[in-house]
């Protein structure tokens, strides 16, 4: 133990002795000689606090008279119901922030999704927020229990990837065309599978939508080729794919 | 320790609830302590009296706000005391153009004997004096530790420091402090 942590030990314990009267100043150093030229100046104020304490104290009796009056201070102060009890508790800026900072900090998170949102729906393939968009249309999927909503929304997604992919080519995104393709074929399989489950149920439910999207399909193939006349050669495999894979959605319908 | 802060846990809960009886013994139990924290501020000992009560009648309005899980009760008391302690000497900066004299007119009712009053104040003018020469934080951490005889642990939740901190700074007060009463007994 090193001497300076020793002496600190010695003026930690060693106080309430001084205070109460039980040790002196002397009687102090006599116990530890080694330490007395370290000790003597904090010990001596010590002591000389301990003499000051005395002439600090409250004069005899006052603490049992002040408490008397306190009390019937007390008792004459307006009492209080559970209501004002509960909002003393907090002052009334204590209280805004309270109800303040929830509400800032829900506005302020669902401001964050409602772009996060926006930004995905709007993602093509190739952006960070793509495979977001497609994980949002499967909650929207998974939380669609009627079978002819569900349908709408298998057919409305797979306008979109129509949409994608049309970008894709527009952007010049060449290489991503393929990919598009494919996942334009599984939409409409899931758009067609969907239709079937419908009209299964319900003929005449599904026949106005069978005959919209066969319209939309028939619209698509035209408008793939235009796409096609107008684009570089590079993309041709690419839209050629779509462009089979709409056709054989048409022949399905049919 | 632990036994007068489960004393306490139990009176404040009572007096949270409106018992003014067990608020009176929380009283009877702190009041010293502060009475010498606010007396080895202050130039009179009827000030120190009044704040005193002050303090305990703020502490008593503030009640439903204090909650248990933070700093101990004495703690809250001491934060209230000092907080008084500004505030007083707010109001007597802006009567600083009475006499000292005037200020102490209204000391005629304490059941002091002139003779003790006068011994009594020379021996508090020394502590104030001595006292007062040191630096804010020093006389603070000297009042708290021994003229109201708190803990390191108590100190430092009132003067919101660690208690290594107010160990070191109570260390270097007390060199402070003889260093203090060697050079006013010199002077004498």
Known sequence: MTKKRHINQIIESLPPAIMSGQETVDSILQKYPQESEQLRPQLESISWLAEAKKGLEPRQGFIASSRKYLQQQIEILPRLNYWQRLFKRFTPQRWVFNIAAPIIVVVMLALVLNSLILTARLSIPGDPFYSTKLVIEDVQLATTYDPVDKLDLYIEFSRERTTEFVELVLDGDYELLPAAANRMETELIASLNAINNVSEQNSKTALPVVGSFQRTLSNEVSMLNILKSTSPISAYPGIELAIEVVKSGVMALR | ?188
């Open chain 2, 1 to 188: 320790m632990p036994a007068r802060l489960d004393k306490d846990h139990e009176l404040i809960k009572r007096a949270q609830r409106g018992d003014t009886h067990a608020f009176g013994e929380l009283y009877e139990c702190h009041a010293p302590a502060i009475f010498r924290y606010l007396y080895a501020h202050l130039g009179s000992q009827m000030d120190a009296e009044d704040l005193t009560g002050e303090v305990f009648l703020k502490a008593w309005q503030s009640l439903p706000k204090y909650t248990q899980r933070g700093a101990p009760f004495l703690a809250f008391l001491f934060r209230i005391a000092r907080n008084a302690l500004v505030d007083h000497y707010r109001q007597a900066h802006r009567q600083e153009s009475k006499s000292p004299e005037e200020l102490d007119a209204y000391k005629d009712g304490s059941k002091l004997e002139p003779i003790d009053q006068i011994g009594n104040q020379m021996e508090h003018q020394h502590i104030l004096k001595v006292l007062g020469n040191l630096r804010p934080d020093y006389q603070s951490v000297l009042t708290l530790r021994f003229i109201s005889e708190l803990s390191p642990e108590e100190t430092a939740q009132i003067m919101q420091r660690s208690v290594g901190a107010i160990r070191v700074l109570q260390h270097r007060a007390l060199f402070a402090l003889r260093r203090e009463l060697g050079t006013i007994g010199q002077d004498d």
